[in-house]
């Protein structure tokens, strides 16, 4: 997802690497819950853990249909799912309560410096799927993992959906760098 900054760029002292106006490539990786305690933790569920494998500063929080950077204090893991996560300038339950609802978002640049080369469901929405012949198959819009066979919904440039099974069998080569899948197609997929 490709967002608008918005004009504040700082948090904690810090700035953000990026300038007001300038847009941010980044990929939705939770959502931020109730607030824990007195002292501005609040409760993050999320379903992609690159803010701990990454050793990241910040993350982006959605206020008011801006992204906006937000410096991470410190954080501890409640669950698989659940993190108690405590933002620089936060302090009290009050502030807190503010970012009840925020969808969380990682920047992809931060993620592609990382030592980890895994690729996540979430981070790969945006990326293009191009066919192992070297057609252009589309744009991922979403990633269905809800089943046991889990399914990326591309679309394509003429406006057309596709739904493609997401298996090893298929998935040739992913480049974090161009943001790209090559995948086998097999006849008929795109005719469905």
Not at 125 to 144: C, E, M, P, Q
Not at 155 to 174: M, N
Not at 176 to 184: C, D, F, L, R, S
């Amino acid at each position: 997802m490709t967002e608008q900054n918005s004009d504040s760029t700082t948090n904690g002292g810090m700035t953000a690497p990026k300038a007001a106006g300038a847009t941010i490539d980044a990929f939705r990786i939770g959502r931020i819950g109730k607030p824990h305690g007195v002292r501005g933790e609040v409760s993050m569920q999320f379903s992609d853990d690159v803010f701990d494998r990454t050793d990241a500063d910040y993350v982006f929080l959605k206020v008011d249909g801006l992204l906006v950077p937000f410096f991470i204090e410190e954080y501890r893991f409640r669950s698989d799912e659940t993190v108690l996560m405590k933002f620089c300038d936060i302090d009290d339950a009050d502030h807190a309560r503010e970012l009840t609802g925020c969808e969380v978002f990682f920047p992809r640049d931060y993620s592609a410096d990382g030592a980890d080369e895994r690729v996540t469901w979430a981070e790969i929405i945006g990326y293009s799927v191009v066919a192992d012949d070297g057609r252009r198959v589309g744009t991922i819009k979403a990633v269905d993992d809800s089943t046991i066979n889990i399914l990326l919904d591309v679309v394509g440039d003429d406006g057309s959906e596709h739904l493609i099974p997401a298996v090893d069998d298929l998935i040739k080569d992913v480049d974090k760098g161009k943001k790209e899948i090559v995948m086998t197609i097999p006849d008929g997929l795109l005719n469905l």
